[in-house]
Nanobody, 125 residues
Framework: QVQLVESGGGLVQAGDSLRLSCATS????????MGWFRQAPGKEREFVGA????????DYADSVKGRFTISRDKDKNTVYLQMNSLNIEDTAVYYC??????????????????WGQGTQVTVSS
C-alpha cells in the first residue's frame, strides 16, 4: 500500500517561512510526479504546485509563484514544499499527492493516485 506521510505544518506569523515534507517509498518516489494541494475552510481543494518524477519540470499556482518552491530528495524519497512570505490566505490543510501527472496535467487532482493525510498550516496576522 502506497503511503505518503506529510510533516512540517504549524502556526506561523505573516511573512514567516515554513517547509513541508512528504515522505514515501522509493518505488513511489521514483515512478511518480508529486503534487501539493491545499484546502481552506469552506473552499474547494486547489492546486499549489507539482514536480515531475525526475525533478526537471515544476509548475505552481499563480497565487504562490515566486514564494513557494518544490524540490525532491531522491536519497530520502522525500518531496519538500518551501513556503516563504506566507500570508493569511495561505492558511489551509496541505496535501501531498503522487501519480502519473505530467506538466499538462499537474494541476488536475484526478492525475494523482495517492494522497497523504494532510498537514495544517495556519498563518496569523
Amino acid at each position: 500500500q502506497v503511503q505518503l506521510v506529510e510533516s512540517g505544518g504549524g502556526l506561523v506569523q505573516a511573512g514567516d517561512s515554513l517547509r513541508l515534507s512528504c515522505a514515501t517509498s522509493e518505488r513511489t518516489f521514483s515512478w511518480y510526479s508529486m503534487g501539493w494541494f491545499r484546502q481552506a475552510p469552506g473552499k474547494e481543494r486547489e492546486f499549489v504546485g507539482a514536480i515531475n518524477w525526475d525533478g526537471r519540470s515544476t509548475d505552481y499556482a499563480d497565487s504562490v509563484k515566486g514564494r513557494f518552491t518544490i524540490s525532491r530528495d531522491k536519497d530520502k524519497n522525500t518531496v519538500y514544499l518551501q513556503m516563504n512570505s506566507l500570508n493569511i490566505e495561505d492558511t489551509a490543510v496541505y496535501y501531498c499527492a503522487a501519480g502519473p501527472a505530467d506538466y499538462m496535467s499537474f494541476a488536475r487532482s484526478v492525475s494523482y493516485l495517492y494522497w497523504g493525510q494532510g498537514t495544517q498550516v495556519t498563518v496569523s496576522s
